[in-house]
Nanobody, 120 residues
Framework: QVQLVESGGGLVQAGGSLRLSCAASGSIDNVIAWYRQAPGKQREFVAVIRSNGTPDYADSVRGRFTISRDNTRNTVYLQMNSLKPEDTAVYYC????????????????WGQGTQVTVSS
């Protein structure tokens, strides 16, 4: 059973950048997504990368965030640029199971999350 560990979160000023990593305990040549959850809000889709490397993004992050993968390192990345205070959340990576990519119920394995805080 694959285990996921996120890292790279932290405190950054608005307009700054962070790169999150999602390291898997085994091969992750399947679909992987990033989600985030802010206090008092539902977990929301951020980005997904398919097995062939094709990405997709939530409208709120498109043009600012980039998802990528390195299958040789069993790692998926989320490069976040031009960060805004509303990006503040715990960020999770997840392995796709079945269903729509933008629904959290479609994912079978989740990491513990990494906190991202953007100050204004």
């Amino acid at each position: 059973q694959v285990q996921l560990v996120e890292s790279g979160g932290g405190l950054v000023q608005a307009g700054g950048s962070l790169r999150l990593s999602c390291a898997a305990s085994g091969s992750i040549d399947n679909v992987i997504a990033w989600y985030r959850q802010a206090p008092g809000k539902q977990r929301e889709f951020v980005a997904v990368i398919r097995s062939n490397g094709t990405p997709d993004y939530a409208d709120s992050v498109r043009g600012r965030f980039t998802i990528s993968r390195d299958n040789t390192r069993n790692t998926v990345y989320l490069q976040m640029n031009s960060l805004k205070p509303e990006d503040t959340a715990v960020y999770y990576c997840a392995v796709y199971g079945i269903g729509n990519y933008d629904q959290s119920t479609s994912y079978s394995h989740w990491g513990q999350g990494t906190q991202v805080t953007v100050s204004s």
